[in-house]
């Protein structure tokens, strides 16, 4: 089992989504949530995100990248050494070799007839990356989005039925996680801006079961 790691910092980070696995045999990708891998094929991807200082650093990431969208209104109250700052833009350029860097805070990675895409998106307070993959011959981006189990009834009807052709949901406790297709990739912002369990309500994921699998 192949791991691929997605990581915007070196200090203070967090394990921002549960690790999802993708098949590539088949555009669609799926949460890594079980106690242990077996038999299994594809690729493990874990996104690791900084989460102190977070405006500040997107700052950091607008000065390397200046099409990436800012809030209006932005308050900063925030202080950190220059060793912290020199860490963060190492970081970046060290996770853009592997990963290219397209504009707008899209970064992408080709993997045979797969494109991985990395999606900043950026809040009032708070920024964070998610996930879209596209395959040859197949239209539109696989996505997956946690979204509170109270909050799956609305969704639902948020859902075009272009969308909702090829959906999954599976049950994940107090979320539930929804595998359907996006056209846009504004769409897929907006979606996790309003419904997005850890990004909306401003949860922590925090890894509750051991995954096994390549350290």
Known sequence: ?????????KRHLTLEVPPFLIDFRKRNFSSMM??????????LFYVYITRRNQLSKLLILKAMHPGI????????????????????IGSVRELEKEWKYQDHGLWRRRIDDMTIYM???????????????SKEGVPGYG???????????KFM??????????????????NRHFH?????????????????YYF????????????EGPP
Not at 34 to 43: A, C, D, I, V
Not at 145 to 151: F, T
């Open 34 to 43: 079980t106690r242990r891998l077996s038999g299994g094929k594809g690729t």
């Open 143 to 153: 996505v997956e989005l946690p979204v509170d189990a109270r909050l799956s009834e």
């Open 180 to 196: 359907f297709t996006v056209y846009e990739i504004e769409r897929f912002i907006d979606l996790v801006k309003r419904y997005d």
């Open 119 to 133: 999606v900043l998106v950026v809040g009032d307070d708070r920024w964070t990356v998610r996930a879209m993959v």
């Open 1 to 9: 089992m192949k791991r691929i790691e997605f990581r915007l910092g």
């Open 69 to 88: 969208f800012m809030p209006p209104r932005l308050e900063i109250n925030e202080a950190f050494s220059r060793e912290e700052i020199n860490d963060f």
């Open 200 to 211: 909306a309500r401003k949860e922590t994921w925090e890894q509750s079961v051991r995954i």
């Open 157 to 174: 009807k948020e859902l075009t039925p272009e969308e909702s052709r090829d959906l999954e949901i599976h049950e994940h406790g107090q």
